[in-house]
């Protein structure tokens, strides 16, 4: 319906920013990314200055890579670097962009430019920034370069982070604080809960916060999202609420082997 709406609106006025960027953001929304990017490339190009374009143009980049051809993803990478490098390059505070600099970096194999040292560059900037962002980004670059003992231990400091900033309380996430981060790091979050086992039941709202603000633009999948909530249940002994979890994840995906494996070991 928006997109309806937004329709007409253009027709009169082809190069309103915030229509280009609203229309974007709608087909984002629908995971639809060649006319997301049409879009995107379209607010780039009227206005070269703003960070928040070439992020988003970088992104949707990057999710036409991710599920298109190999060949492809090929000729999409260095679209998507300079786009993101670009983003950060206007704007030194930005949170979001330099979380995707760290994924990008942690997941290109290095024949593509992928190298985690420059992801943790851009860690250690979010660090500067952010703490819990900087330690979770930290806890995600070594548990992908198959680091455990490190990635547990800034899973750890990540969480103890955001206890001191009181960015959770026991009934809920602090809304005010939740505005500041990444929606990852409440999945992030959660998942230092479960690796460590300690205050489970803020564990469950942060990862029933991730889900009910989930978005086409999260990194982490909806079913991966269940099963850790499944997993976060079952260490509290609520094994019919696991279940349930689990059962969700393999709604959306019944292939999803973790969860298949999970639902053996409940």
């Not at 920034?129 to 003992?149: T, V």
């Not at 992030?188 to 460590?196: E, G, N, P, S, T």
């Amino acid at each position: 319906q928006a997109v309806q709406k937004l329709e007409v609106y253009l027709a009169k006025t082809p190069q309103d920013l915030e229509l280009l960027e609203l229309m974007g953001d709608a087909y984002g929304f629908q995971s639809n990314w060649d006319k997301a990017e049409m879009y995107y490339k379209q607010l780039r190009d009227l206005d070269i200055t703003n960070a928040t374009y070439h992020y988003k143009y970088g992104g949707v980049l990057g999710k036409l890579a991710k599920e298109g051809s190999k060949l492809k993803a090929l000729g999409l990478i260095s679209k998507v670097k300079s786009s993101f490098l670009k983003a950060a390059e206007l704007d030194p505070n930005a949170i979001n962009i330099r979380w995707a600099l760290v994924e990008l970096y942690t997941q290109l194999p290095g024949f593509l430019g992928g190298s985690y040292n420059k992801a943790m560059v851009y860690a250690g900037e979010l660090e500067q920034l952010s703490k819990p962002n900087g330690y979770f980004a930290k806890a995600y670059i070594y548990e992908n370069s198959d680091r455990e003992a490190l990635a547990k231990t800034y899973y750890k400091k990540g969480l103890e982070t955001l206890k001191e900033l009181q960015c959770f309380q026991s009934d809920f996430p602090n809304a005010e604080h939740t505005k500041a981060h990444n929606n990852s790091v409440h999945f992030l979050a959660a998942k230092a809960c479960m690796l460590h086992n300690t205050q489970l039941s803020i564990g469950q709202n942060y990862i029933q916060f991730y889900i009910d603000t989930f978005s086409s633009k999260d990194r982490e999948t909806l079913e991966e999202a269940y099963l850790l909530q499944a997993q976060l249940f079952k260490l509290q002994n609520k094994i019919p609420q696991a279940l349930a979890s689990i059962d969700k994840a393999l709604s959306i995906n019944s292939d999803f082997k973790p969860a298949l494996k999970e639902k053996q070991l409940i």
